[in-house]
């Protein structure tokens, strides 16, 4: 029902919309680098669990992380759709491997709403709010906080034994 | 308001001439009224004024101005350098570098009247004893047989000559004498003058020009020539004035302005002979821009990227040989060609870009002359230091690094190794100590020694005090030998110096520059003969962007140990791995050497049972530790990449390369391998 042209004069969001864990999730299409398909990844041992290991992404290194061992959920099988998306947050290059990417949405400010305090599992603190559109509900993830809050902490202890 | 940018450019250049000024002052102080020093310091303040005032840094400017007027003063010898006044010229300077650090936004308001006082009381000191040898002043007593032809130039003299240089003149001091007995003086001049116009330009004389045509002078002058003429041949044009009894030319050669830490020592000034076969290097002036260093970086992670794309490239062409084969023949061909051509231009872009990230380690060890003087001064010690070498270059990155233990190992060697005067004496040294500090090459290596004649140390002296530490116990210091117990030294805890001086023992010891110099993969060993003297030689790479490393294997990747810390393969059985409590060890020619299975350390899984096993035997100091992989794949070149801050420090790695076939390799960290697995190591002990 709702599309961004209807909403007048009023903001909107782009954002990249994909699938994990049966569930559909958006995030803030500016921070997107790009979307690559799966490749090998080389594990890096002694890193917390949902790291999963590195690329190279065109001759530069860049860690991944599996979102779904970030939050817990059901491990689902490394398919066809599978991706990794590439985003900037904080200056890092990080990859996220999410089971497949759908689309890219416009989101109406006005149409999302605040988060509940858990949502599959997720607490509201990881989320910017949920969405409806066209009858389907997308989870809108605040990056910044997945990926360095508590993460930040854990990353810190697996990094203290330095020189 | 000035950008940031040319802020920066400022205070480089600001950093640059304070250098300047600390080398020659101190040269200033060992050999007096130094011309050359002189005017050095002189040119290095007077840029500095000029800068500083138009950046509108007036505390900057002022204080300069004043060290311009004493060193203007200096440099017409109307007062003598001494002890006391090199003092106040290094006092004005530490303040300078106070005023610099302001800018920075580092220090405090400083306070510039003391010195500027004290600056000014020798000015006031200065003119009284006016007639007291002015060098210049005198041209009456010149020798032509002598070279007194130099003199004095001034900045704008100078100009003049270097734009002359680029236009192929050379320039010279042409000095003259006449006969004494000779009654037209002025006329004789003028002929001089006559027949140097011939051949080139005059451009400045001593007395001045009017004086000289007039017959003012003693019984002979000097000119500064610029011509393209054979030196020799203006002597013998000169010759045939009559009464003109002798002719001495003397090639100008000017400072090189770039970079001040390549001034060739010595000459400025080099006799006419010996001028043409320099000519052609003389003529030709450095040019250089400034880059910032991280666009340097971005070059060389771009070139690495090339350099694996050539690689792939490469695959590529086989793979495409293999599946259309000869019916491409001329294809494949070409591609190989090209593919070559890549490999060759990237390899030699690699190398250049590797050349444009080197420094030569003057910037680091011209600041220890001054640091040396300082320190010899305070600890009452004659010491004479001595530099070589500093012309070697090496990566920036290492130049950031090395500082620090090079300062640290100097100290000692002054502090410790170096014996008072008194003492010296009393052993029949020389009163003033020897310290040593020289770089040199030695394959991919730089080698730095600090070298000192003192009392050196005592290995049974060593012993005894580290199992009065509690470091090591009786038995086992006893059965270590002389060399080990040197490097007892580096331990951490281990301080010869029961008293703390506030210079050595600030906290740091020797076991702080073990550890910086193995962070950058260097090696740091100490010889020492007691009564006698100590040596301290560093090893380090070129370069900390590209290593050589052995590749090994471990279930289906690929790891690298760099190189460096690899001692020695060996294949083993798996029956002569022995336990020892709960650790695994084998014996390598009668030593025990302790065994980690690199799939335990990195949480890979053991895929069980083999007839064979491969051993990397790694050593970091005088600890060995062997690390069992699956396979060994050999050596290979890589550049090193960080894992990024994202994951930050990862425990037992230093890094990941990319492979040719681009898939990832992480690169162990053998110092912090050898160190988490340090408990083993009492195991060693006992064993």
């Not at chain 2, 340097?296 to 690495?304: A, E, Q």
Request: proline share 4%; aromatic share 4%; with cysteine.
């Amino acid at each position: 029902m709702a599309k961004g042209e209807n909403t007048g004069g009023n903001r909107e969001d782009q954002m990249v919309v994909f699938q994990l864990a049966e569930q559909t999730y958006g995030i803030d299409i500016a921070s997107v680098y790009e979307i690559i398909r799966m490749e090998k990844i080389t594990r890096v041992p002694r890193t917390p669990h949902f790291v999963e290991g590195v690329i190279n992404l065109r001759g530069k290194i860049i860690p991944v992380i599996d979102l779904c061992k970030r939050f817990n959920l059901p491990l689902a099988e490394r398919t066809g759709a599978s991706r990794i998306i590439v985003v900037d947050v904080a200056g890092n290059t990080i990859g996220m491997i999410v089971d497949a990417v759908s689309e890219v949405l416009r989101v109406p400010l006005d149409s999302i709403e605040p988060p509940p305090p858990m949502i599959h599992g997720i607490e509201s603190a990881y989320l910017k709010g949920i969405a409806i559109l066209d009858s389907k509900l997308v989870i809108l993830l605040n990056l910044e906080k997945i990926l360095y809050e508590h993460e930040k902490n854990e990353l810190q202890e697996f990094g203290l034994e330095t020189a | 308001m000035f950008s940031d940018e040319e802020v920066s450019v400022f205070l480089d250049e600001l950093e640059e001439k304070i250098q300047v000024l600390n080398e020659n002052i101190l040269v200033l102080e060992r050999e007096g009224g130094n011309q050359e020093a002189l005017q050095e310091i002189f040119r290095a303040a007077h840029t500095i004024k000029g800068s500083s005032a138009v950046m509108g840094y007036d505390k900057m400017a002022s204080l300069t101005h004043e060290i311009e007027n004493l060193l203007d003063q200096l440099r017409k010898g109307l007062l003598p350098v001494s002890g006391p006044l090199v003092d106040t010229l290094f006092a004005a300077l530490d303040t300078l570098q106070t005023l610099r650090d302001e800018i920075v936004g580092k220090g405090v308001s400083v306070d510039i009247e003391q010195v500027v006082a004290k600056l000014r009381e020798w000015q006031e000191a200065g003119p009284a004893p006016a007639s007291t040898g002015a060098p210049g002043a005198a041209p009456g007593q010149l020798n032509p047989s002598a070279v007194t032809s130099a003199g004095m130039l001034e900045e704008v003299d100078e100009e003049v000559i270097r734009d002359a240089e680029i236009k192929g003149y050379q320039a010279y001091w042409v000095a003259v004498e006449i006969d004494p007995g000779c009654r037209m003086k002025s006329v004789r001049a003028f002929l001089v003058f006559e027949t140097l116009q011939q051949v080139g330009e005059v451009i400045k004389s001593e007395p001045p020009a009017e004086d000289i045509q007039e017959g003012r002078f003693d019984t002979g002058f000097r000119v500064v020539l610029l011509t393209r003429e054979d030196p020799d041949r203006v002597r013998s044009l000169l010759m045939t004035v009559s009464e003109v009894s002798g002719v001495d030319v003397t090639r100008i050669k000017l400072a090189e302005q770039y970079p001040p830490g390549k001034a060739v020592p010595g000459l400025r000034e080099e006799k006419a002979g010996q001028a043409a076969r320099a000519e052609h290097a003389e003529v030709k002036t450095i040019q250089t821009v400034r880059v910032d260093v991280q666009k340097l970086d971005t070059l060389m992670n771009l070139v690495g990227e090339l350099v694996i794309d050539r690689t792939r490239l490469n695959r590529f062409a086989e793979i495409f040989e293999e599946r259309f084969g000869a019916g491409s023949g001329d294809l494949v061909e070409t591609m190989n060609e090209i593919a070559s051509h890549l490999g060759q231009v990237a390899g030699d872009l690699q190398e250049q870009i590797m050349k444009a990230r080197m420094l030569p380690v003057a910037q680091v060890f011209n600041r220890f002359p001054r640091m040396v003087r300082d320190l010899a001064q305070k600890l009452g010690k004659e010491v004479d230091f001595i530099v070589e070498g500093h012309e070697t270059e090496l990566d920036r990155n290492v130049i950031e690094v090395i500082g620090d233990p090079l300062i640290h190992l100097i100290r000692n060697a002054l502090d410790h190794g170096i014996e008072p005067p008194e003492e010296r004496a009393r052993l029949g040294k020389a009163r003033a100590g020897v310290l040593k500090l020289k770089a040199s090459y030695m394959e991919n290596h730089i080698i730095i020694t600090v070298q000192d004649d003192g009392r050196g140390m005592d290995p049974a002296r060593l012993r005894a005090k580290a199992v009065e530490k509690g470091l090591l116990d009786r038995e086992a210091a006893e059965r270590m030998s002389d060399p080990e117990a040197l490097n007892l030294i580096f331990m951490p805890g281990f301080s010869t110096v029961t008293e703390v001086s506030d210079l050595s023992g600030r906290g740091v010891g020797m076991d702080i520059v073990r550890n910086h110099i193995e962070q950058i993969g260097g090696v740091v060993e100490v010889v020492s003969t007691p009564g006698v003297g100590t040596v301290f030689t560093v090893k380090l790479p070129l370069t900390l962007a590209i290593i050589r490393a052995l590749m090994v294997e471990l279930g289906d990747e690929q790891f690298a140990f760099p190189l460096t810390n690899v001692l020695e393969t060996i294949s083993v059985k798996p029956g002569e791995i022995k336990k020892v409590k709960h650790n695994e060890v084998i014996l390598v020619r009668g030593r025990v050497l302790p065994l980690v299975r690199l799939s335990d350390i990195f949480e890979r899984e053991d895929d069980g049972d083999k007839e064979r096993l491969f051993v990397v035997v790694l050593g970091v100091g005088e600890k060995k530790i062997g690390v069992i992989v699956d396979k060994l794949l050999g050596e290979l070149e890589i550049v090193i990449k960080s894992l990024g801050d994202y994951l930050g420090k990862v425990p037992c790695l230093s890094g990941a390369t990319i492979l040719g076939d681009g898939q990832v390799a992480l690169i162990v960290d053998v110092r912090s391998l050898v160190k988490e697995i340090g408990v083993e190591e009492t195991v060693y002990a006992a064993g």
